[in-house]
Nanobody, 122 residues
Framework: QVQLVESGGGLVQAGDSLRLSCAAS????????MGWFRQAPGKEREFVAA????????NYADSVKGRFTISRDNAKNTVYLQMNSLKPEDTAVYIC???????????????WGRGTQVTVSS
């Protein structure tokens, strides 16, 4: 079993940057694909970004492409989400996820973290 714990969230102003971290434990990176999702109050969880094991392939939601960067450090069993030029509409709980398959997709993830709150003020 894989445990995922997010950190790095907080309250920032529009235009600021944050870097979220997701630390994996247990079987660690037995799963090949890591992803970030977010969920705002009253809204469905939405895909943000994903990355394969080597980091050679990434995928981003249109709403964050060009502003967010997903990366991973397998030696540290950690995946990151660098968020630049943050906007109020980025406010949400950001959730880390892991997928066993090597196929990079936006759904069907096997493990989920609890999430970390990101709040962007105007």
């Amino acid at each position: 079993q894989v445990q995922l714990v997010e950190s790095g969230g907080g309250l920032v102003q529009a235009g600021d940057s944050l870097r979220l971290s997701c630390a994996a434990s247990g079987r660690t990176f037995g799963s090949n694909v890591m992803g970030w999702f977010r969920q705002a109050p009253g809204k469905e969880r939405e895909f943000v970004a994903a990355i394969n094991w080597s980091g050679s392939s990434t995928n981003y939601a249109d709403s964050v492409k060009g502003r967010f960067t997903i990366s991973r450090d397998n030696a540290k069993n950690t995946v990151y989400l660098q968020m630049n030029s943050l906007k109020p509409e980025d406010t949400a709980v950001y959730i880390c996820a892991a997928r066993n398959s090597v196929v990079l997709t936006r759904n069907n993830y096997d493990y989920w973290g609890r999430g970390t709150q990101v709040t962007v003020s105007s």
